[in-house]
């Protein structure tokens, strides 16, 4: 992964966990809207929970890798924020960056 996508991707997910509200659903639909300029339908918002669910899960078992993931890049991760989640977030809105819709404007 591109250093400077993954740090993108950490600092969208920084603004949805500090501006999103305080469910995970909030927070992906913030970050989604952002990138999208549009809401998420409740297929897109379903699919973006599973996948942060399943992350997360990931990196609570594997808190290391979590904190990997979150020093890549100039700069620092907030640390405040509670590592995996915030890695679970960063994974989410990397694939949401690279989805076609993102890269293409229509």
Same mark, same amino acid.
């Given at each position: ?17 500090? @501006? ?23 297929? @897109? ?62």
């Amino acid at each position: 992964n591109d250093p400077t996508f993954v740090e993108a991707s950490r600092v969208l997910a920084q603004r949805m966990i500090r @501006e999103g509200g305080d469910t995970p659903d909030a927070r992906l639909a913030l970050g989604f809207r952002l990138l999208f300029g549009r809401h998420a339908q409740p297929k @897109e918002l379903a699919v973006l929970r599973a996948a942060y669910d399943r992350t997360l899960a990931d990196f609570v078992k594997d808190e290391a890798s979590a904190k990997s993931l979150l020093g890549v890049g100039a700069t620092p991760a907030d640390p405040k924020l509670n590592a995996p989640e915030l890695a679970a977030f960063t994974v989410v809105a990397s694939t949401m960056i690279n989805l076609d819709e993102f890269v293409t404007k229509e």
